[in-house]
Structures are given as structure tokens and as C-alpha cells.
């Protein structure tokens, strides 16, 4: 039996980006907000920073009021019910399935609330804020192979980012970029050795 470690964002939810609506909401274009937000992201995803101290940096550089949590504001994604229904296969045949995800608390606490239930699915959930580890530290697969028991010829992750995978793929880990217009197709031969 495998253990399969699935991100969550663009794999298990799918249209998670909120950048474009937050630079929208403090009045500046895309491209400023994102460089902005790169200098941030990581201790945002490592737990070291909380959302609220971030959205009193933008008060401070932007001149606007924050009364509400934008992260949560603006994250309205779509529940990937085909992925569900693998992870669902999978764990009936004996395999472990984990979240593996780089997230940060308001999208993870969001995520709890959703009437599909998606963390439901799952064995066990690695949160890079609560791990305070993000992808692509290897540290971040030897954590859950350990937890979990497993060694990384005997474990596969799946993620939409090249960084990621690469990552993994170094360790001796299997891998499924899931993005790209043929992500359902590559998906499907990906888990049909498993099923």
C-alpha cells in the first residue's frame, strides 16, 4: 500500500487565487500587489505571520481601512469532486491519502466551513502553517513520511506547482503535476496503477 500526499490548492480546490480581488479592494493594480505580497507570503504559509498583522502592512502602505478578513472575503473556490471520488478509491483499496498543502489559517478555517466536506476525505491533514514548513523544503515530505510511516519510494504527491513536484521528485518520491489541459487524462493514468 501507498501513501498519496495531495495539495489542496488547484488540486483538491480548484480557482484559489485572491490577489487580483485584494488589489482591487486596496486600490492598486495586480502586478504591484503580488510583488508586494511575494516579500510576505512565506512567513504568511509558515504560521509566523498572522493575516491581521499582514492586512495592517496594507493599511499602512495603501492608506485604506481593513475591517473584514479579505483572505476569506475573496476565496471562493470550487470543490474538485473528481479528485474526492479518487481519494475515495483509493483509501477503500488500502491506500493512506493525506493532505499535504502550503495554506495559512483564514483559507484553512474557510475550508472546514464548506458543506462538501473535503478535509473529510482524508487520513490526515499537514498544514504548512501549523507545520510551520512549506513546500519546496524537503523538509516538508520528510515530516508526513515520518509521521505517517512511510518511506518516499512507497509515497506519491500530487501538486499544480513544477517547483513542488520537482522537490519531491528528487527524493524518490512519485509524482502528478496536476495542471495543464490534460491534468484529467494524465490524473487518470496516473491513480489507474493504484485502483
Not at 10 to 18: A, P, Q, S, W
Not at 182 to 188: S, T
Request: proline share 3%; net charge negative; charged share 30%.
Amino acid at each position: 500500500m501507498s501513501l498519496f500526499i495531495f495539495d489542496m490548492g488547484e488540486v483538491i480546490l480548484l480557482g484559489v487565487r485572491t490577489l487580483k480581488q485584494l488589489s482591487e479592494y486596496v486600490g492598486t493594480d495586480y502586478h504591484d500587489i503580488r510583488t508586494d505580497y511575494a516579500y510576505y507570503d512565506r512567513a504568511l504559509m509558515d504560521g509566523y505571520m498572522s493575516a491581521e498583522d499582514y492586512y495592517h502592512h496594507l493599511e499602512d502602505k495603501y492608506q485604506c481601512r481593513i475591517t473584514e478578513d479579505l483572505f476569506v472575503k475573496f476565496f471562493h473556490p470550487a470543490v474538485n469532486t473528481a479528485m474526492l471520488s479518487r481519494i475515495d478509491m483509493l483509501r477503500a483499496r488500502g491506500h493512506r491519502c493525506v493532505i499535504g498543502s502550503n495554506t495559512f489559517r483564514p483559507h484553512w478555517d474557510h475550508v472546514k466551513t464548506f458543506s462538501e466536506k473535503p478535509l473529510d476525505h482524508f487520513d490526515a491533514l499537514y498544514a504548512s502553517h501549523i507545520m510551520h514548513m512549506s513546500k519546496p523544503e524537503k523538509a516538508f515530505w520528510r515530516i508526513i513520511c515520518q509521521s505517517e510511516g512511510y518511506d518516499y519510494k512507497d509515497t506519491c504527491f500530487i501538486d499544480d506547482l513544477p517547483e513542488n513536484i520537482e522537490a519531491a521528485a528528487s527524493l524518490g518520491i512519485s509524482t502528478l503535476k496536476y495542471s495543464g489541459d490534460d491534468k484529467e487524462e494524465r490524473a487518470e493514468e496516473f491513480f489507474s496503477r493504484f485502483l
